[in-house]
């Protein structure tokens, strides 16, 4: 999803400017078109949208809340209350504020006479995948299955994202400390050899590695007060271009080009497509709209552009399989897997093979990524400790040797 910076007037005219997250500038249009408002532009949010610089101030419910939600709620309908009754039930033991206030809004929608998958698509931060399965369901008159199969698949998905960021945590962590060791050895270490080599360099010639070094010290102790805020207001900068559209195509692009990884994000991001779409099929949706909503849920904007590009060739009635093939992003196999599907008549059962296998050669190849990158980590760092303390203690060394003249 992007940000858009809406401009709107309500029933009393008032002119109203806010930011959305939509998933292009119609959809936002539409869906606040359809609650009364006058619209008078949409348009993508960039840094300076607003004339001032402003950090996002997206909110979002956690997707475990939102399972457990569902999970009660699917329960409380197979019981046989009415939809209203369930959501007033669940509203009432909801202790998240903002959550709660947003459910009101749906209860009221509903209420009012609309439909549970519009009543949630108008709150604007409800994944676009369950808003067009609760849709699948209330079309097929099949809510309950539709709504299991959409908890399955979250819960699928969320114990498959904890084991990928288990093996991320031991690297980052060993990251973490040794940019924190630089750091303290820069600003206060080699600060405190300046002032014990302070009487020396007065009588002898310092190395000019050790010269060097010290500048640094000097400058990284003297300037500290402007070099963080300096460095808080660039990452600030470039974290909020890689929540722009062109940000992220462009961060896509570098991630799947790098070595090693790249190929993981690729078959991630296969897996998790693969089960999507399953999912949307298992639960009625016919194939183009299941492609497009998956293409548009993807975080991988490069995935995201060659679903949404194969949707257009399937609509135009080219099988599922040659599309994604033409478009070049997807691994052969993968390719191969959806034909077998497409030519038995068992696509969605063949696309969560096709997720299964990709989320096991996914943790599998994260694993052996890992035992390579955590000692080529501790080899890069240590080379740049031993260069620092190298350039600190030659002039002791040199000393001792005679060479310091």
Do not use: C, H
Not at 5 to 26: C, F, N, P, T
């Amino acid at each position: 999803m992007a940000e858009f910076v809406i401009k709107m007037a309500d029933e009393r005219g008032r002119v109203l400017e806010q930011v959305e997250d939509g998933y292009s500038a119609s959809e936002v249009r539409e869906r606040f078109a359809q609650q009364g408002y006058l619209i008078y532009s949409v348009r993508p949010r960039s840094i300076f949208s607003t004339g001032e610089l402003r950090l996002p101030q997206r909110r979002r419910v956690k997707v475990d809340q939102f399972v457990i939600f569902n999970s009660q709620f699917l329960t409380l309908i197979r019981a046989g209350l009415p939809i209203l009754n369930a959501l007033e039930l669940l509203l009432k033991r909801q202790r998240n504020a903002y959550f709660r206030s947003l459910l009101e809004n749906v209860r009221d929608r509903v209420k009012g006479g609309e439909v549970l998958s519009s009543a949630f698509a108008a709150q604007g931060v409800f994944p676009k995948l369950y808003t067009t399965t609760v849709l699948a369901g209330e079309k097929s008159g099949n809510l309950e299955e539709v709504l299991n199969r959409y908890i399955g698949f979250q819960r699928m998905a969320i114990a498959f994202r904890k084991k990928v960021q288990a093996s991320l945590v031991y690297p980052a962590l060993l990251f973490v400390l040794i940019i924190a060791m630089l750091t303290f050895l820069i600003t206060y270490v080699i600060p405190q050899f300046g002032k014990l080599y302070e009487q020396i360099s007065q009588e002898k010639t310092l190395p000019a590695l050790t010269v060097f070094m010290l500048s640094v010290g000097q400058i990284a102790q003297k300037y500290v007060l402007i070099i963080l805020p300096v460095f808080a207001i660039i990452a600030a900068l470039l974290w909020r271009w890689s929540q722009s559209n062109s940000g992220m195509r462009a961060i896509d692009r570098v991630r799947l080009k790098t070595p090693l990884l790249g190929g993981i994000w690729l078959k991630y991001q296969v897996a998790v497509f693969s089960r999507m779409l399953g999912t949307l099929l298992s639960g009625g949706l016919p194939l183009v709209p299941a492609l497009e909503t998956a293409g548009s849920s993807i975080q991988s904007k490069t995935v995201a552009d060659s679903i949404l590009t194969a949707s257009q060739r399937v609509r135009e009635g080219r099988a599922l399989s040659r599309s994604l093939e033409e478009t070049g992003k997807f691994p052969e196999l993968a390719v191969e897997m959806i034909e077998v599907g497409e030519s038995t008549g068992a696509l969605p059962a063949m696309l969560t093979s096709v997720a299964e296998f990709y989320e096991e050669d996914v943790q599998t190849a994260l694993t052996a990524a890992m035992s390579l990158i955590e000692p080529i980590i501790l080899v890069v760092m240590g080379g740049i400790v031993a260069f620092v303390l190298l350039s600190l203690y030659l002039p002791i060394f040199t000393l001792g040797a005679g060479g310091i003249r």
